[in-house]
Nanobody, 121 residues
Framework: QVQLVESGGGLVQAGDSLRLSCAAS????????MGWFRQAPGKEREFVAA????????YYVDSVKGRFTISRDGAKNTVYLQMNSLKPEDTAVYYC??????????????WGQGTQVTVSS
Protein backbone atom coordinates (compact mmCIF):
# COMPACT_ATOMS: atom_id res chain seq x y z
CA GLN A 1 0.00 0.00 0.00
CA VAL A 2 1.03 3.57 -0.68
CA GLN A 3 -0.61 6.50 1.04
CA LEU A 4 -0.55 9.84 -0.72
CA VAL A 5 -1.32 13.22 0.79
CA GLU A 6 -1.47 16.35 -1.36
CA SER A 7 -0.99 19.88 -0.11
CA GLY A 8 -0.30 23.35 -1.44
CA GLY A 9 -3.55 24.19 -3.15
CA GLY A 10 -5.29 27.51 -2.69
CA LEU A 11 -6.88 30.56 -4.24
CA VAL A 12 -4.63 32.66 -6.45
CA GLN A 13 -4.96 35.22 -9.21
CA ALA A 14 -4.24 34.61 -12.87
CA GLY A 15 -0.51 34.78 -13.51
CA ASP A 16 0.43 33.65 -10.01
CA SER A 17 2.30 30.49 -9.05
CA LEU A 18 1.63 27.58 -6.73
CA ARG A 19 3.61 24.51 -5.79
CA LEU A 20 1.70 21.37 -4.99
CA SER A 21 3.29 18.65 -2.90
CA CYS A 22 2.39 15.00 -2.59
CA ALA A 23 3.90 13.14 0.34
CA ALA A 24 4.04 9.37 0.01
CA SER A 25 4.28 6.75 2.70
CA UNK A 26 4.06 2.99 2.75
CA UNK A 27 5.69 0.85 0.13
CA UNK A 28 8.84 1.97 -1.65
CA UNK A 29 8.15 5.35 -3.19
CA UNK A 30 10.98 5.07 -5.67
CA UNK A 31 9.41 2.00 -7.26
CA UNK A 32 6.53 3.98 -8.69
CA UNK A 33 6.03 6.47 -11.41
CA MET A 34 4.04 9.42 -10.14
CA GLY A 35 1.36 11.42 -11.87
CA TRP A 36 -0.76 14.49 -11.34
CA PHE A 37 -4.32 14.64 -12.56
CA ARG A 38 -7.00 17.29 -12.18
CA GLN A 39 -10.75 17.41 -12.28
CA ALA A 40 -12.81 20.53 -12.80
CA PRO A 41 -16.52 20.67 -11.88
CA GLY A 42 -18.60 18.82 -14.46
CA LYS A 43 -15.56 17.55 -16.33
CA GLU A 44 -13.69 14.28 -16.62
CA ARG A 45 -10.49 13.72 -14.68
CA GLU A 46 -7.61 14.96 -16.84
CA PHE A 47 -3.97 13.96 -16.97
CA VAL A 48 -1.62 16.84 -16.15
CA ALA A 49 1.90 15.48 -15.72
CA ALA A 50 3.87 12.35 -14.89
CA UNK A 51 7.40 11.49 -13.87
CA UNK A 52 9.16 8.16 -14.16
CA UNK A 53 10.33 6.24 -11.12
CA UNK A 54 13.89 7.46 -11.71
CA UNK A 55 12.85 11.03 -12.32
CA UNK A 56 14.61 10.94 -15.64
CA UNK A 57 11.53 11.27 -17.79
CA UNK A 58 8.65 13.69 -17.51
CA TYR A 59 5.45 14.06 -19.47
CA TYR A 60 2.89 16.86 -19.68
CA VAL A 61 -0.45 17.57 -21.23
CA ASP A 62 -0.05 20.19 -23.95
CA SER A 63 -2.04 22.83 -22.07
CA VAL A 64 0.51 23.03 -19.23
CA LYS A 65 3.78 22.57 -21.13
CA GLY A 66 6.15 25.41 -20.36
CA ARG A 67 4.15 26.45 -17.30
CA PHE A 68 4.12 23.40 -15.02
CA THR A 69 7.06 21.32 -13.82
CA ILE A 70 6.84 17.93 -12.12
CA SER A 71 9.70 16.75 -9.94
CA ARG A 72 10.35 14.23 -7.20
CA ASP A 73 12.57 14.06 -4.13
CA GLY A 74 13.36 10.48 -3.16
CA ALA A 75 14.86 11.47 0.16
CA LYS A 76 11.59 13.12 1.15
CA ASN A 77 9.28 10.66 -0.60
CA THR A 78 7.59 13.64 -2.18
CA VAL A 79 6.54 14.63 -5.67
CA TYR A 80 5.94 18.25 -6.60
CA LEU A 81 4.03 20.14 -9.23
CA GLN A 82 5.32 23.66 -9.72
CA MET A 83 2.62 25.67 -11.48
CA ASN A 84 3.51 29.04 -12.97
CA SER A 85 1.51 31.53 -15.01
CA LEU A 86 -1.71 30.05 -13.72
CA LYS A 87 -4.88 30.58 -15.71
CA PRO A 88 -8.53 30.41 -14.68
CA GLU A 89 -8.88 27.22 -16.73
CA ASP A 90 -6.36 25.56 -14.40
CA THR A 91 -9.00 25.67 -11.66
CA ALA A 92 -9.66 22.11 -10.48
CA VAL A 93 -9.07 19.59 -7.76
CA TYR A 94 -5.57 18.23 -8.27
CA TYR A 95 -4.78 14.62 -7.44
CA CYS A 96 -1.47 12.83 -7.26
CA UNK A 97 -1.21 9.17 -8.08
CA UNK A 98 1.35 6.37 -7.95
CA UNK A 99 1.66 3.58 -10.47
CA UNK A 100 2.99 3.09 -13.97
CA UNK A 101 4.00 6.14 -15.96
CA UNK A 102 1.14 6.92 -18.27
CA UNK A 103 -1.41 9.55 -19.14
CA UNK A 104 -4.38 7.36 -18.29
CA UNK A 105 -5.85 7.10 -14.81
CA UNK A 106 -6.18 3.32 -14.93
CA UNK A 107 -2.39 2.95 -14.97
CA UNK A 108 -2.20 4.29 -11.42
CA UNK A 109 -2.87 2.15 -8.38
CA UNK A 110 -2.90 4.67 -5.56
CA TRP A 111 -4.48 8.10 -5.30
CA GLY A 112 -4.44 10.98 -2.90
CA GLN A 113 -7.50 12.82 -1.65
CA GLY A 114 -6.95 15.88 -3.82
CA THR A 115 -6.21 19.54 -3.21
CA GLN A 116 -8.26 22.44 -4.59
CA VAL A 117 -6.64 24.99 -6.86
CA THR A 118 -8.73 28.04 -7.75
CA VAL A 119 -7.43 30.69 -10.14
CA SER A 120 -9.37 33.92 -10.33
CA SER A 121 -9.28 36.18 -13.37
Amino acid sequence: QVQLVESGGGLVQAGDSLRLSCAASGRTFSSYAMGWFRQAPGKEREFVAAISWSGGNTYYVDSVKGRFTISRDGAKNTVYLQMNSLKPEDTAVYYCAAGSVASTADAYDYWGQGTQVTVSS
